[in-house]
């Protein structure tokens, strides 16, 4: 039976694996700030105070316990 040898040769873009591995290594640091570091935890420090007046009185005249009924319109003819 015969021997099978198989001779490969290097590839041209070989060389570039470092850089997907050097883009991949800065996806998970931006990924892990954004997580981690505050970039999506991020604090605020505004502080809204509201001063009301003090006491409000109530109205003179109190509301009816009923409404009052409703006008009918007048009848197109």
Do not use: C, H, Y
């Not at 850089?19 to 892990?32: N, R």
Request: hydrophobic share 45%.
């Amino acid at each position: 039976m015969a021997d099978v040898q198989i001779q490969q040769t290097p590839e041209a873009g070989g060389s570039s694996s470092w850089v997907w591995g050097l883009v991949v290594l800065v996806l998970v640091a931006l990924v892990a700030w954004f997580l981690f570091g505050g970039g999506l935890n991020r604090t605020n420090t505004t502080r809204i105070d509201i001063n009301a007046p003090g006491e409000v009185a109530a109205p003179a005249t109190p509301a009816p316990s009923t409404p009052a009924p409703a006008t009918p319109e007048p009848k197109k003819p």
